[in-house]
């Protein structure tokens, strides 16, 4: 049974960047056609896709976020990462990564709260 299991600091700095990694078990990020996302969530606020990196390693970004987001991944540890540059307050989120398979966000992380604050 894959499981996903979200890293990374909780408070980072105005200006800054926001790394996190999705560990993820029970099963390959590289096995077919599955799809592996990020999305937040803000207090007060639903849930906001941020982007995904397919099986074949192929990336897609929400648009309002592409010029500060990057999403890679080390199949050698079977994990995922994102990272977000230059961070306000307004990115203060529960970040999540999640499965997706067949358009389907299946399987997802217990999420992540990033604070930023200086």
């Known amino acids: 049974q894959v499981q996903l299991q979200e890293s990374g600091p909780g408070l980072v700095k105005p200006s800054q960047t926001i790394s996190l990694t999705c560990t993820v078990t029970?099963?390959?990020?590289?096995?077919?056609?599955?799809?592996w996302n990020w999305i937040r969530q803000a207090p007060g606020k639903g849930l906001e896709w941020v982007g995904v990196?397919?099986?074949?390693?192929?990336?897609y970004y929400s648009p309002s976020l592409k010029s500060r987001t990057h999403i890679s991944r080390d199949t050698s540890k079977n994990q995922f990462s994102l990272r977000v540059t230059s961070v306000t307050p307004e990115d203060t989120a529960v970040y999540y990564c999640a499965r997706e398979e067949g358009g389907s966000l299946e399987v997802w992380g217990e999420g992540t709260l990033v604070t930023v604050s200086s």
């Open positions: 029970g099963g390959s990020i590289t096995a077919n056609y599955y799809a």
């Open positions: 990196i397919a099986y074949d390693g192929s990336t």
